[in-house]
């Protein structure tokens, strides 16, 4: 990610929370990419609305950082759900296992479902949360279902206006 070697949820160098490693790196850069409305709000319209050819990011694992940043922060502001919220789904990203280990579609949508468990916490609106409980049938594969799932949590969450 970020053409930085070694970034990723698995590597050892990655040290996800620490003020050194990989995943230190990597969030610099991310936090400067993001870092205006503009940019935050185009993120979210890719991810809702894009289409194969215009996915962008193209790495996932760009997005899974964003998320992750965004659960960081909403742990000081409560906007990650509180209690029970997606700070348990960026415990199970940190440790690498859940979403990480085994099949990339089966991790997926692991992923997937544990955002669409605790989606109701954020008090999205009536048509994001429709939207959220029929991703898996609306969306054609994998990705866009990751992908549109991704962009309806952080748009929830307040990530246009607040970012990372």
Same mark, same amino acid.
């Given at each position: 990610?970020?053409?930085i070697?070694?970034?990723?949820?698995?590597?050892?160098?990655?040290?996800?929370?620490?003020?050194?490693?990989?995943?230190?790196?990597?969030?610099m850069?991310?936090?400067q990419?993001?870092?205006?409305?503009?940019?935050?709000?185009k %993120?979210?319209?890719? =991810?809702?609305?894009?289409?194969?050819?215009?996915?962008?990011?193209h790495?996932?694992?760009? *997005?899974? =950082?964003?998320?992750? %940043?965004?659960?960081?922060?909403?742990?000081?502001?409560?906007?990650?759900?509180?209690?029970?919220?997606?700070?348990e789904? =960026?415990?199970?990203?940190?440790?690498?296992?859940?979403?990480?280990?085994?099949?990339?579609?089966?991790? &997926?949508?692991? %992923?997937?479902?544990?955002m669409?468990?605790?989606?109701?916490?954020?008090?999205?609106?009536?048509?994001? =949360?429709?939207?959220?409980?029929? *991703?898996?049938? &609306?969306?054609?594969?994998?990705? &866009?279902a990751?992908?549109?799932? &991704?962009?309806?949590?952080?748009?929830?969450?307040?990530?246009?206006?607040?970012?990372l």
């Open positions: 990610m970020y053409d070697p070694n970034a990723g949820w698995m590597s050892p160098e990655w040290n996800w929370g620490y003020a050194e490693g990989t995943g230190h790196d990597c969030a850069i991310c936090r990419k993001y870092a205006t409305r503009e940019e935050r709000s %993120l979210v319209e890719n =991810l809702m609305h894009g289409h194969n050819n215009t996915r962008e990011p790495n996932f694992e760009e *997005i899974k =950082l964003v998320l992750a %940043l965004a659960w960081q922060r909403g742990r000081w502001d409560r906007s990650d759900g509180g209690r029970g919220g997606y700070g789904v =960026l415990a199970s990203m940190v440790d690498a296992r859940r979403y990480e280990v085994g099949d990339e579609v089966e991790c &997926s949508r692991l %992923l997937v479902q544990d669409q468990d605790r989606f109701e916490m954020l008090n999205p609106t009536a048509d994001d =949360l429709a939207m959220m409980r029929d *991703i898996f049938d &609306s969306e054609p594969d994998m990705d &866009s990751r992908r549109r799932c &991704s962009g309806l949590v952080l748009k929830a969450m307040g990530f246009i206006q607040n970012g």
